[in-house]
């Protein structure tokens, strides 16, 4: 069964509703047509479908983000005598279980990642969905159609990792080339798990992984870092709060090309490369002087990946307030960083051609040197 809960699909852009769906037809074509899809609030229809069928128990993935947990503790009370089961999580090592030798959670990635390594994993499960008797649903609202359908997640991992995973580490922070996996909706969705990937990879490709568990390991330990600085020093950051900016900044009309190319990709795609995420984000944080968090709900309402705990800390990270955070000085420059990833310009030719044409909404020398001072003044 699938609850299609509005808390969560509201504030979600199309191309973000359309994968679930793609994700759901994939899933109910894999159990023969047997998913049940029910929508509301899962305190309601999860103990009323249990007790319609009269099932003995209820099996879930284990849930870290600060809603899901909570929800999940709600169905477990409404539920009354049929039991809630945790089984395994979306990580390779739940949230929680790797910590620092007197007992206290990590707060910093390398140390993280170097426990995290020496902990380890369990093998990928060897099943599938012909290992259970599935009972078809009498009723199920229609998963909305899609045009296109999900494409096969393992076969798109093997193709990378043949072929493009030898060079990750020198052709990852470059947009206008096809380098990266594109695991990450995968990941986010539970189409793929990360034990699956950690089999046959190493070195930086596993380190990325460890950064989406390190992010959800953080979260877990500090909910309220969700919606807060995790460094509350940042609480006294002047911000400004120019809605017109914020706009150009989100329909990607900035001026500054590769940061127009990132927006509009994101528009377009549900997505945008990692490197150019960080660009757009200092663009905003740091160039425009808007709070981190326009930003991240903004991402969180297109990504196709947006998952709470990496988006939102490393949006910190950019704006230097998180756990492990980049140095506030280090200010990106959208056009060293554009010559710099997109030589050719090719990335910008393809999602904003027009930008170079659009009168540059700031000056990012002065806009640079205005974001050092407000900082200058919380450092005291």
Known sequence: MFVLDDRLLKPSGQPRIDF???????????????LMIVRGDPVEVVPR???????GSVHISADYAPYGHHRDEAVDEALGDIELVRSGSPYAVAPGRVRKQDGTPFKVFTPFRNAWLEHGWRKPADTDASTVDWMKPERTEKIPKVEEKLPDAQSLWEEFRDERLEDYDTTRDRPDMDATSRMSAFLRWGVLHPRTLLQDCDGTYRSELAWREFYADVLWHKPETARQNYDRKFDRMQLDEDKDLFEAWKEGRTGFPIVDAGMRQLLQEGFMHNRVRMIVASFLVKDLHLPWWWGARHFMNHLIDGDIASNQHN?????????DASPFFRVFNPMTQA?????????VRRYAPDSPDIDPIVDHAVERQVALDRYQAIKA
Not at 20 to 34: I, M, Q, T, V
Not at 49 to 55: D, L, S, T
Not at 317 to 323: D, E, H, K, L, R
């Open 20 to 34: 679930l769906h793609r994700c759901l037809h994939a899933l109910n074509d894999e159990l023969g047509g047997r």
């Open 49 to 55: 479908v249990a007790k319609e069928i009269g099932a």
């Open 315 to 323: 949006w910190q990270w950019v704006a230097g307030s998180g756990t």
């Open 339 to 347: 010559k710099k990833f997109d030589p050719d310009g090719a990335y």
